[in-house]
C-alpha cells in the first residue's frame, strides 16, 4: 500500500491488527497518528492523566487477553506511564504503550520535551523497539503486538520520532500480521505428572494468571471432575474454576478465610498451573516443605524461582492440562482416583468451614464506625451475578474485598497484582464498563488510592459510564498506619492522616450522584440507590480506622521496619 505519511501507516497497521479501543491523553508529537485515525472506526477514550489511559490498556488486556493500546506523547508524557507499565510487567499483562518523541533530527538540541526514553522503560518491558524509518512503522507494531501477546504475555514499548511519522514512506508498504500459536506442550512430562498423582493421597492444584491467558478453563473443569483433586484459583487466574463448584475452594492466598492455609501446609504433591512462588504465598512457604512440587510455565525461567521444583514442565496451561485428560480417560483410573482423594476433599471441606467460620462475626459486625469485612461481605453478596465486576484498589480495601469476593467466573476480577502500585481503580473500573456496558461495575477502594486518579470521576460522567464507586473510608494510609502500629507501637501521623473528606460531594458536583454511608444497615440500600440510578455514583463508606487487616500485619513482618 501506498501512504503519504509514517502517522497513516500507523492508523492503517493499528486497523490491520483489529484495535478498536485507543487509550490516549493528547499531545502534538501524536497529531500525525490522530489525525489518520480520526474518522475511522477507531475509538478514543481520552484521560485527564497518562497513568489512567495505561491502566486502562492493562485493564484493556487483562479483560480480554488481547494487547491494550495506549498512546501517550513525548518526555513527561512518557515519564507518566511508567508506574502502570511496570505493574503490567509483574502481572504479565499483553499491553501495547506506543509513544511520540522528539524528532531524529532534533535529539541533543535540546528541543522540547526531548529525552532518552528507551533506556528508561526497558527494564520494564518485555522489550523496546524504536522505529525510525516510516515505511518500517507496519513492521515494527507487528512485532510489538507478537511480543505483547506470545509465550508469556507482557507490555511492549514502540517509540515513533515526530518526524518519522511526518514524512512519506520510500515505496509501497506492506501491513504483516503474524499470528503465533503457543500452545506448545510437554507429553512425556504429562505423563510423569499423571505418575506423581497417582501415587499421592493429599494433592492440590494452584491455577494462575497463566491458565486465565492461556482460557484453560473448560479443561480444569473437566480435569478436577475426572480425578476429584481440588483446586485453588491465584492472581488473573482466580475464577478459571468458579468458586460455587465443589471442588474448587477459591483463592489460595494464606489470609483469606478458606482452607487455603491448610492445604498448602498438608499437601503431598502440589501442581502449579501459570502461578509464580512470590510473596503472597510467602515465596513457598506456605506449602508442604516435604511436597513433591510441580511447576508449569509457559516461560522456562520463572520455573524454580524461591524452591526448588520436583517436575519441571514448560508448557502452556491449557494444553498441558487437555493433555492430562486424554491420559485420564485413556487409563480409565479416573474414578480410583476420585476415591482417593475422597478423604482429603472432606479434610478440606472441614478446613474451609472453620475458616470461614473465624470471619462470620466481622462479615455480620453491626458496630460503628462500619467494619470494612462487614462492607466487603455485603458488596460480595449484593454482587451477585454471574457476569459482575468487581474492581478494587487501595492496601487494606484490596485485602478486604480479597479476603471475601466469591469468583463465580474469570476476567471478573482487577486488583493491582504484585506490584502493588495504588492508583489504578477508577481507570480499571472505567475500562471494564467500557468493554461491558450491559455489565454491572463496582470499584471497591480506600480513600487513599482514589486520590491518585480522582478526575477519572469527571471521564466516567462526561462519557456516560455509570461505574459504582464504594469507598473503605478510613481517614487516612490504612496499611501503613497500622503497620507502623504493629511494628512501632504508634502510627506516625503527619504522614498516615489524611482525615475526613465528602468525596461524594465532589462527584455530585461533577455530574454522578453520592451517597455517604455511615450504619452498615446503610449499605445496601446506596448500593441499590446507586446502580439504579444508571449514573456514575459514589458510595463513601466511613469504615473503622482503628481495624488492622492480615495485609498490615504481613507488611509489618516482611521487612518494611529495621
Same mark, same amino acid.
Given at each position: 500500500?501506498?501512504?503519504k505519511s509514517g502517522g497513516e501507516a500507523t492508523a492503517h497497521a493499528l486497523l490491520a491488527h483489529g484495535v478498536d479501543t485507543i487509550f490516549t491523553l493528547s499531545g502534538g508529537h501524536l497529531n500525525p497518528i490522530y489525525v489518520h485515525l480520526e474518522n475511522t472506526k477507531m475509538r478514543f477514550f481520552d484521560t485527564r492523566h497518562e497513568q489512567a489511559a495505561v491502566w486502562m490498556a492493562e485493564a484493556y488486556g487483562r479483560l480480554t487477553r488481547r494487547p491494550g493500546v495506549a498512546l501517550v506523547t513525548a518526555g513527561p508524557g512518557f515519564t507518566n506511564a511508567l508506574t502502570p507499565i511496570a505493574s503490567a510487567f509483574m502481572a504479565a499483562t499483553p499491553l501495547v504503550l506506543i509513544s511520540g518523541c522528539v524528532g531524529v533530527r532534533m535529539i541533543e538540541k535540546l528541543d522540547l520535551q526531548d529525552m532518552r526514553q528507551a533506556p528508561?522503560?526497558? *527494564?520494564?518491558?518485555?522489550?523496546a523497539f524504536i522505529c525510525h524509518h516510516p515505511e518500517r512503522i507496519p513492521e515494527f507494531i507487528d512485532l510489538a503486538f507478537r511480543?505483547?501477546?506470545s509465550g508469556r504475555p507482557g507490555p511492549?514499548?514502540?517509540?515513533?520520532?515526530v518526524d518519522v511519522l511526518s514524512a512519506e514512506p520510500n515505496g509501497d508498504v506492506a501491513i504483516p500480521i503474524t499470528r503465533v500459536d503457543s500452545q506448545v506442550v510437554d507429553r512425556a512430562k504429562a505423563r510423569e505428572l499423571m505418575d506423581l498423582l497417582n501415587q499421592a493421597e493429599k494433592p492440590v492444584l494452584v491455577a494462575g494468571? &497463566?491458565?486465565?491467558?492461556? !482460557?484453560a478453563g473448560e479443561e480444569l473443569s473437566r480435569f478436577i471432575a475426572a480425578t476429584g483433586i481440588p483446586i485453588f484459583t491465584a492472581a488473573n487466574g482466580r475464577g478459571v474454576v468458579p468458586d460455587t463448584d465443589p471442588l474448587c475452594f477459591g483463592g489460595v492466598l494464606a489470609i483469606r478465610p478458606g482452607a487455603g492455609m491448610h492445604a498448602g501446609l498438608s499437601?503431598?504433591?502440589?501442581?502449579l498451573l501459570g502461578t509464580r512462588l512470590n510473596l503472597f504465598c510467602m515465596f513457598g512457604e506456605t506449602y508442604n516443605p516435604d511436597a513433591k512440587m510441580v511447576q508449569v510455565d509457559i516461560k522456562a525461567e520463572e520455573i524454580g524461582r524461591n524452591r526448588p521444583i520436583d517436575l519441571p514442565i514448560v508448557s502452556d496451561v491449557r494444553a498441558l492440562v487437555s493433555e492430562l485428560c486424554e491420559i485420564v480417560e485413556t487409563t480409565g483410573n479416573g474414578d480410583a482416583l476420585r476415591d482417593r482423594f475422597s478423604p482429603w476433599i472432606e479434610e478440606l471441606g472441614r478446613a474451609h468451614d472453620e475458616g470461614v467460620a473465624t470471619a462470620e462475626p466481622d462479615?455480620?459486625?453491626?458496630?460503628?464506625?462500619?467494619?470494612p469485612m462487614r462492607l466487603a461481605k455485603d458488596v460480595d453478596e449484593f454482587m451477585d451475578r454471574e457476569d459482575d465486576i468487581v474492581v478494587t484498589d487501595g492496601g487494606d480495601a484490596t485485602t478486604w474485598i480479597g479476603m471475601t469476593r466469591t469468583m463465580r467466573q474469570a476476567g471478573h476480577y482487577l486488583d493491582y497484582g504484585l506490584f502493588g502500585s495504588l492508583g489504578g481503580g477508577i481507570p480499571y473500573a472505567n475500562a471494564a464498563k467500557l468493554l461491558y456496558p450491559d455489565k454491572r461495575v463496582l470499584l471497591f477502594t480506600g480513600d487513599g488510592s482514589l486520590g491518585f486518579n480522582f478526575m477519572e470521576f469527571e471521564r466516567a460522567v462526561s462519557k456516560g459510564l455509570p461505574i459504582v464507586v464504594i469507598i473503605s473510608n478510613d481517614l487516612g494510609w490504612g496499611m501503613i498506619r497500622h503497620s507502623q502500629v504493629v511494628k512501632l507501637g504508634h502510627a506516625i501521623e503527619p504522614v498516615t492522616e489524611l482525615g475526613r473528606i465528602d468525596y461524594h460531594s465532589f462527584v455530585e458536583s461533577m455530574g454522578g450522584v453520592g451517597y455517604l454511608v455511615e450504619d452498615p444497615d446503610q449499605i445496601r440500600p446506596a448500593l441499590e440507590k446507586a446502580f439504579a440510578s444508571g449514573k456514575t455514583a459514589c458510595i463513601n463508606v466511613m469504615t !473503622? *480506622?482503628?481495624?488492622?487487616? *492480615? &495485609?498490615?500485619?504481613?507488611?509489618?513482618?516482611? &521487612?518494611?521496619?529495621?
Open positions: 500500500m501506498e501512504f528508561v522503560i526497558e *527494564p520494564m518491558v518485555k522489550k511480543e505483547a501477546s511492549v514499548y514502540l517509540e515513533l520520532p494468571s &497463566g491458565a486465565w491467558y492461556s !482460557d499437601a503431598d504433591l502440589v501442581i462479615w455480620r459486625s453491626t458496630s460503628t464506625p462500619i467494619h !473503622d *480506622p482503628s481495624t488492622i487487616s *492480615p &495485609g498490615s500485619i504481613a507488611l509489618a513482618n516482611v &521487612g518494611a521496619y529495621k
